[in-house]
């Protein structure tokens, strides 16, 4: 079984929409066995305490990034985790937590990467006249929405969008998205060649 760690820091409906299809077992030979955040408030632990897992939070708030990761690896390692899906974590992490899950970090974004990083990309996207809007799960490296890309799914932009309807699409494919990217990893059958995590 492959452990999975869930990091968030909102409400975490992309955590609930992965636990649920590996509870209907869409996911198959892994099992989260814990969802950490970096605050305490954060609805995404209440949710995962309510379905019955290790929920914990590690307040982030005026500590230092290196300390605060330091003590996210402990858990994550004392957890014997073997992957660490970020799902709306708003931190950006350091080189050594990196470097201490090498290629088992992924990340979902609501955009087609590499267009719009950071924050608001779905308002990014509508500002820039975007037709085609998206999300992308990809894994982690140094750089802020870089990584290695697993999978996208796209949307329209529509004339009569706003910011909320166009995320509350984009927020549909993401639900999907994470699920069929993490059983993209856990096959066996995609190997990373350079960027392009393709079938071999
Ligand atoms: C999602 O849009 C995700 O792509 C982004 O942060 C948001 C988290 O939403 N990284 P939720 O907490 O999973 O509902």
Same mark, same amino acid.
């Given at each position: 079984?492959?452990?999975?760690?869930? &990091?968030?820091?909102?409400?975490?409906?992309?955590?609930? /929409?992965?636990? *649920?299809?590996?509870? =209907?077992? &869409?996911?198959?030979?892994? *099992?989260?066995?814990?969802?950490?955040?970096?605050? /305490?408030?954060?609805?995404?632990?209440? /949710?995962?305490?309510?379905?019955?897992?290790?929920?914990?939070?590690?307040?982030?708030?005026?500590? #230092?990034? $290196?300390?605060?990761?330091?003590?996210?690896i402990a858990a994550l390692l004392?957890?014997?985790?073997?992957?660490?899906? &970020?799902?709306?974590?708003?931190?950006?992490?350091?080189?050594?937590?990196?470097?201490?899950? #090498?290629?088992?970090?992924?990340?979902? +974004? #609501?955009?087609?990467?590499?267009?719009?990083?950071?924050?608001?990309?779905?308002?990014?996207?509508?500002?820039?006249? $975007?037709?085609?809007?998206?999300?992308?799960?990809?894994?982690?490296?140094?750089?802020?929405?870089?990584?290695?890309?697993?999978?996208?799914?796209?949307? #329209?932009?529509?004339?009569?969008?706003? +910011?909320?309807?166009? /995320?509350?699409?984009?927020?549909?494919?993401?639900?999907?998205?994470?699920?069929?990217?993490?059983? =993209?990893?856990?096959?066996?059958?995609?190997?990373?060649?350079?960027?392009?995590?393709?079938?071999?």
């Open positions: 079984m492959t452990r999975i760690a869930v &990091l968030l820091s909102g409400r975490g409906s992309n955590f609930l /929409a992965l636990a *649920e299809a590996i509870r =209907r077992g &869409l996911v198959p030979g892994c *099992e989260i066995v814990l969802v950490l955040s970096n605050k /305490a408030d954060a609805g995404g632990l209440e /949710a995962a305490r309510k379905l019955g897992l290790e929920a914990r939070a590690i307040p982030s708030k005026g500590v #230092p990034r $290196a300390e605060h990761d330091q003590q996210m004392a957890a014997k985790v073997d992957l660490i899906c &970020l799902a709306g974590y708003m931190r950006i992490i350091s080189p050594e937590f990196i470097s201490a899950f #090498p290629n088992q970090i992924l990340n979902i +974004h #609501p955009s087609l990467l590499p267009a719009f990083p950071g924050l608001d990309a779905q308002g990014q996207a509508l500002e820039y006249g $975007a037709k085609i809007a998206g999300c992308t799960v990809h894994f982690v490296d140094e750089q802020v929405d870089h990584g290695a890309i697993i999978l996208q799914r796209q949307v #329209p932009v529509l004339d009569e969008d706003t +910011h909320d309807t166009l /995320a509350a699409r984009i927020l549909v494919e993401e639900h999907q998205a994470y699920a069929e990217a993490l059983r =993209r990893v856990l096959s066996g059958e995609y190997r990373l060649v350079g960027r392009r995590y393709i079938k071999v």
